[in-house]
């Protein structure tokens, strides 16, 4: 049977780069409104670039215990000898606020007008005089 691992990343600054042990199989469960949604990934290194490859496997609206047992049953087709694990949690969803009470009208302030002054428009004056 496959060891289930933990999800290792490192952080690189504001970036967590995930470091697998590959070969392995990767279940990651998210949720959306409440709703999960889980995938298995298939992470191996090709032997001759070294490159780290992936395949995605699975991918269903199902809790992260369907997809680990999913990904412990076809490990072993794989040659696989280990499991990471991630399972972000559901967000609560914010349940009803309790009524609050109507805040106060403040008495609107007085405000006195403040008396416009008509000036009497100036006739300017030309700058081109004539002589």
């Known amino acids: 049977m496959a060891t289930l691992l933990s999800w290792t990343s490192v952080g690189i600054g504001d970036l967590d780069v995930f470091l697998p042990s590959p070969p392995c199989l990767v279940v990651y469960t998210a949720y959306a409104n409440g709703r999960p949604e889980s ?7 090709d032997e001759n ?12 609206p199902v809790a992260f215990e369907t997809a680990l047992a999913w990904a412990q049953e076809h490990a072993p087709t794989r ?7 991630k399972h972000a949690q559901a967000k609560k969803s914010p349940g009803p606020k309790a009524a609050s009470k109507p ?6 302030a007085k405000k ?19 002589k």
């Open 39 to 45: 995938w298995v990934t298939y992470f191996w290194q």
């Open 49 to 60: 670039t070294g490159l780290l490859n992936h395949q995605l496997l699975y991918v269903q």
């Open 79 to 85: 040659g696989v000898e280990r499991i990471h694990v």
């Open 103 to 108: 805040k106060a009208k403040k008495p609107a």
């Open 112 to 130: 006195t007008a403040a008396k416009k002054t008509s000036r009497a428009a100036k006739p300017r004056a030309s700058k081109l005089q004539s």
